[in-house]
């Protein structure tokens, strides 16, 4: 390489004048050189980088595990580097969606330890520093917030395609119109209101009942009363028959 900087810097010097203006066509041919040779090293050392940052097991990584057979039956599609690209997107649009930042692209979402039973890991990088990973708590509010719709970009579901250490988001409670505090006490003073009626009804019934057995009690002494004296004669004793309306005792 600084042989070629070496030649090219010489054609530099042969191709311009003599003065201010060689000196200006030397500096941007060296600037020139500096640039590309960054370049090129960026190029070499971007894949070890993203292997470094992005392993098993990372501390702000997270694994990936993907049931297309037991989600799509016959229908499974095939899981190849398109497919690798299409979640590199979505975890980028997730981020978007949490940091309200349009900054993130597919290019921060590094992923390895692929396997063919379709699993692997994944880190996300910050825009501002390629170096540095976004915390995994972070991470985890994003792949949250954004759950449903990464798993209908899949025809996937929290079953089927399962982030390892978050949990399957639950459904979204429901609000009952009317409070729950209030329902509970409806139903508090209907029982109250209830027992009061039900005691009111008792307590009535039997007084009722106890009017009723006296009602009855009178009458019985009052008929034994009537059946003991009769025209002022007391029927107790021989009953006397000719002493009888009936027709058949008072034939002569």
Known sequence: MHCCSHIILLFGQAICTVGDNCYRAVTFLKEGMLVWILFLLCQVGAPALAQDLCQRDAPN????????????????YEWNQSEM??????????MRR???????????????????????????????????LI???????????????????????????????????????????TPPWLIVFGVVIGAVCAGIIALLVSSLLQKRRKEKGMTEDGQDEEDMQVKGV??????DGTYNR????????TKL
């Open 61 to 76: 990584g997270y694994k990936v595990r993907i049931s297309l057979k037991t989600a799509l039956g016959e229908d499974a």
């Open 85 to 94: 690209f299409f979640f590199q997107a979505t975890m980028a649009f997730a």
């Open 98 to 132: 949490h940091f309200q930042m349009e900054t993130y692209n597919v290019d921060n979402i590094i992923l390895c330890v692929q396997t063919s039973r379709v699993s692997f890991w994944f880190v996300v990088t910050s825009p501002d520093n390629t170096t540095m």
């Open 230 to 235: 009769e025209n002022g004669i007391n029927l």
């Open 242 to 249: 000719g002493f009888t309306d009936d027709d058949r005792f």
């Open 135 to 177: 915390p995994k708590a972070d991470v985890e509010k994003a792949v949250r917030m954004s759950r449903h719709r990464i798993n209908n970009a899949f025809l996937l579901s929290d079953r089927t395609l399962e982030f390892l250490g978050i949990y399957p988001t639950l459904a979204a409670t429901v609000n009952p119109d």
